[in-house]
């Protein structure tokens, strides 16, 4: 491990690091791969680990800031005194052998508005990916056991989850393949191993949420007299999509011009897909429509 420690604002340590683990976990030979963590030390520890994980998946050491300055983040403000938390970039992300694609390149912007996974773009991708990377190792399987390893490294005996949608799919697998390893869970948004990353299940999702936002808003005074046919309006304007892309002015995000550009089905239901994800965000969502 290469490890190095700095204080923060709060007086506590960040000891920042890597552990070196084989790409190939099976095979235990071959290329080695870094993962990277940041542990946020308790000021008065009481020798527990939680392991902070809110989906995804994405670059979780990006989210310790939040904690490390302001103690808040699924309600641990009041347990940074005396736990330990860990964030880790799974292997594929952040900090750790990142394997990413840009598939919505800023001059191009028509690109990502006419597929959420352009395939010509995804397919040159993977190719460069499969370069320096066995893309069949970055997989939930291999992350978790990968978490594990450095979990017996830092010298803990069992992890707490604090995990949030794909993060909680994370613990579950983890919790299947060492639940000696496991003290306790908190999971938001349950992702379960059974279901998880099935396209038909974040569709019917979204679709009762949005259902939900609907009757929710028929029930609020406020709600209703501004939008009382939200309902309607939604669906009609789902309609406009039966003959092909609407066509929608965005501004370049490179070049700074007004362009026209095609918007499909697909895209903004997936954008407003991801709004109901919080009430935050559903209660923009009739005035948007």
Request: charge should be neutral; glycine fraction near 8%.
């Amino acid at each position: 491990r290469d490890l190095h420690s700095f204080p923060t604002r709060r007086s506590s340590d960040l000891e920042c690091g890597s552990l070196r683990v084989f790409e190939n976990r099976a095979a235990h030979s071959g290329r080695t791969i870094r993962i990277h963590f940041i542990l946020l030390k308790a000021p008065h520890p009481n020798g527990r680990l939680i392991y902070v994980n809110l989906g995804g998946p994405a670059a979780e050491l990006d989210e310790v800031p939040g904690v490390a300055d302001t103690g808040g983040l699924l309600g641990l403000d009041g347990l940074r005194e005396r736990y330990d938390i860990l964030f880790v970039d799974e292997r594929g992300f952040g900090e750790s052998h990142r394997i990413g694609c840009n598939l919505s390149p800023t001059e191009r912007p028509q690109i990502y508005f006419a597929a959420l996974y352009p395939e010509q773009l995804l397919a040159a991708c993977r190719k460069a990916r499969a370069a320096d990377a066995d893309l069949a190792q970055y997989n939930t399987p291999m992350a978790v056991d990968d978490i594990d390893d450095l979990r017996a490294a830092l010298g803990y005996p069992k992890l707490i989850f604090d995990a949030g949608s794909y993060g909680t799919f994370t613990s579950l697998v983890y919790a299947r393949r060492h639940p000696d390893s496991v003290e306790k869970a908190v999971l938001l948004g349950v992702d379960p191993p059974a279901i998880s990353n099935e396209a038909r299940n974040f569709a019917h999702g979204a679709e009762v949420s949005l259902d939900r936002l609907a009757a929710e808003c028929d029930r609020d005074a406020v709600c209703a007299a501004h939008y009382p046919n939200f309902r309607r309006h939604f669906l009609a304007l789902l309609a406009r999509f039966d003959s092909g892309p609407v066509r929608v002015k965005i501004r370049n995000g490179a070049t700074g011009r007004w362009e026209s550009v095609g918007l499909a089905r697909q895209v903004f239901v997936d954008a407003i897909r991801h709004a109901l994800y919080s009430p935050e965000g559903a209660s923009y969502v009739p005035l948007v429509i």
